[in-house]
């Protein structure tokens, strides 16, 4: 772990933050994986479109399934796609050698619901994000599944973290959301306080990634410029300066909690 208090990372991060002319040097030393690709994320946009008609978010041939250790389950149930008939000819000014679509074909594939065998990036998760334990002593269940659309999210209702990702950035994301919600009760949906609980988050998050090792500063100062409604030094910094006394206590909460699991391992 570094040695410098969240305190003074947190201070360096909005010192970066409101000026200007650091926000080009911003780096990430990280950047975030999806569990598992899905083969359809290459696929036209089209094509993606008609695999959400047919209410599949995963859809692959049955060999491509078994590469992954899955069988298929109902050879009827198809997810039907359409790809190009593409024959090489040969430029007739040119002479050069070129494709072109004569028409097209119908691939029928399976959707993920419709297969069984193994867990999907399972394998992919070589070890537990750091912190996990502050999680488990709150009573939170972390658990992997790929989710459309995020990167992860903390449900408080199941008491849950659900990650899309072994990268550990955004299990920290998670946590903060719930060391937030034990200081300041149930987090809100409302649109302004939204934005400020994943400014808090977020910007706890990029400490915490700091503390560890890696930096993800560049992500959080855009994510945050999101919920800023502008990526600007100015409103991102001011949006910081704003929240930095709550992250500050959210860091205690987490880390504190990690200080007494240790002394309890220790006595
Ligand atoms: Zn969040």
Redesign the pocket.
Known sequence: MAKQSPQAIISELIEIFCNPEKIDLLEDTVAKTVLYTRPSSKWSWSNRFLMAMQKSDDARGHRQWQEVGRNVLDWTKQVTIIAPLIKKVEDKKTGEPKEIVTGFRSIGLYDIKNTYGKELGDTEIKQQPPLIEVAKAWGINVRYEVVSGCWG??SPDKKEIVLGTSDQQTFF??L??VAHEKIDGKLSHEPEKYAQ??AI??LSCAVLARMYGVKVDKYTFDYIGMYAKKNTADKVGRMCLRVADKVSQVLDLILQTKTEIILEVEN
């Open positions: 999210y903390y994301h998670e903060a959301h609980q994943e988050d977020q």
